[in-house]
């Protein structure tokens, strides 16, 4: 037991090395005084103070919040009620659309890129905020519905039945016991949703149009000059808020009842 | 409680006319596919009165319950309350409140909140929900302990939040579904007296479910026996367990000894029961009817009717010889196993004292009643 736990340790660490070393070495540089990356040249916040100033990294900075704001809230909205519906199906039905739902986060987001465009082409829809931010809400329904269905199935069908009992109408049921209890769920579908959309690449890549570049995107093109200290700062920011919302998340749901 | 006041839970508050029944059940069928759950089922609850529906699990009464409930509804017959047909009336604007079995409290809500949940719903002023809540906290005995959380209840505690839940909102029947059966031995007991008291002050008409014989036998006004949907019999406790309609009902209310044989010649007033077993005489019975001579039958007999005697007792009773068994010392009683044939053990009972050290394991033995407390079940 002692032995093979010295060899399990050892094996997690690298794996772990493997896993966040590269993020790490990311946040040192951030603080790298040096122009020209790989030498070390003393710590300073100026990479920092530079995004400030860099207008078009403002924009994106607020295209990116503004989608991930409108697209959470629709994921959340529609994703909810799905789920809600889908409990009243005949068990075979659920399945079915389970399954469906599951296809999203299988197939590759390429391939959901491409369709999204084609999508908009053929109806004519200017690809700008709006497309992107309608992709999104495509790809967090399937999230958000899978986890307030999982907390959903935890509620004891005698706590609705003890609230008709009581006198509540259906929406009462709805506003005073089912909505109570899946709120931590909610709230932890909200940041995951709000997260993923707010770092996704590909999916907006094929659905923006000009104007409508968001954080990831102008990433991508400023490293295409070259990676700067700059991307290094961005990228450990962005590294911060995800980290902080997927925390939130999970403290949320680890505090169901 | 204030002695000029009215009590603050009584039944002629919501009588409507004394005459007529609070529930009257007719006839209701219930289908679970190719299962008929409740088969043809009919009985009336007087009001004030404690109903329960007792039966093994799976006999159709927790479906009987819902069906007041309006969370499942009748194939077949009708269910009125007070007068009134309950078919497709959804449960919330039905005058009946159910006690669930596993008390079913929100979980996010306190306890003044759990308990004010129907009043709120009924739009009553948050003056008159303090009042009527305190009331009811106090009927249970839990004043003081408004702001807990269900989670920080006992299971005792929880189970009077539950029942305070349902009584505040002084429905016309009080519903319990196994009300009792998640507490411990001691608690149980303690909350079955509690529960009768509570019943009887507010003057609750009750429908209880629940397959604890005892419990019914110590709660109840009238219990109903249920068995495979069907409702067998319907009486006081006294009648249901002395007089049982069937060998069922008689194993299900408490140990039913049982012989069987065949109906011999009159001897007088009574007739001659002769047992299966030809080694034992013929035994004095005394019942109603004009079964012939011939008829094969079953005698059952409950343990606290048979006295027991080392010697053959010189009486013209019915006496049955055997040979001690098991000797089973359960604190205030003794209880024998006693071989009354080759494969065939009748249970009695003695006061555990001095004289019940008499018999031990393997001593013959003669056991004798009066014919008047045997009963007859004719195949």
Known sequence: MRRGSTGLSLVSGLAMLFLYGPILVLVLYSFN???LSTAWRGTTLKWYAALWHDEALLAATANSLLIA?????????LGGLMALGMERMPLRRQQIIESGLALPLVIPEVMMGVALMLLFVTLKMPLGLTTVMLGHIVFNIPLVTIMIRARLRKLDPALREAAADLGADSWQVFRHVTLPFLRPAIWGAVLVAFTVSLDDFLVTFFTAGPGATTLPLKVYSMIKSGVTPEINALSALLLVISMACVAVSLHLQRREV | MATSSTPPFTASEQSLSSTLPTIDIRGIVRRHGAVTAVDRVSFQVRRGEFFSILGPSGAGKTSVLRMLAGFEDPDEGDLLIDGQSMLGVPPNRRPVNLVFQSYALFPHLTVFENVAFGL???????????EQVRQALTMVKLLGKETRMPAQLSGGEQQRVALARALVNKPAVV?????????????????QVELKSIQERAGLTCVCVTHHQEEAMMMSD?????????????????????????????RFLGVSNELPGTIDVSSGEDRLFQPADNE????????????????????????????????????????????????????????????????????????????????????????????????????
Request: aromatic fraction near 8%; hydrophobic fraction near 40%.
């Open chain 2, 222 to 250: 009238r219990i109903a026996v249920m068995h495979q949907g069907r409702m067998w019999q319907v009486g006081s406790p006294r009648e249901v367990y002395e007089r049982p309609c069937n060998l069922f009902v008689s």
């Open chain 1, 69 to 77: 704001v409108i697209s959470t809230l629709g994921a959340t909205v």
């Open chain 2, 120 to 130: 709120k719903m009924r739009r009553v002023s948050s003056a008159l929900v303090d």
């Open chain 2, 280 to 379: 034992q005489a013929p035994l004095r019975v005394r019942f109603v009817g004009t079964e012939q001579a011939g008829r094969s039958a079953t005698l059952s007999l409950r343990p606290e009717h048979i006295r027991m005697a080392q010697e053959r007792p010189s009486t013209s009773d019915p006496v049955l010889s055997g040979e001690i068994e098991k000797v089973l010392f359960a604190g205030s009683d003794t209880k024998y196993l006693v071989r009354v044939g080759h494969d065939r053990f009748w249970e009695t009972r003695m006061t555990s004292n001095a004289s019940s050290s008499l018999f031990s394991v393997g001593d013959p033995v003669f056991l004798h009643w009066s014919p008047t407390d045997a009963r007859l079940y004719f195949e």
């Open chain 2, 175 to 191: 519903l319990l579904d196994e009300p009792l059966a998640a507490l411990d031995q001691q608690l149980r007991q303690a909350m």
């Open chain 1, 33 to 35: 005084a040096a122009h």
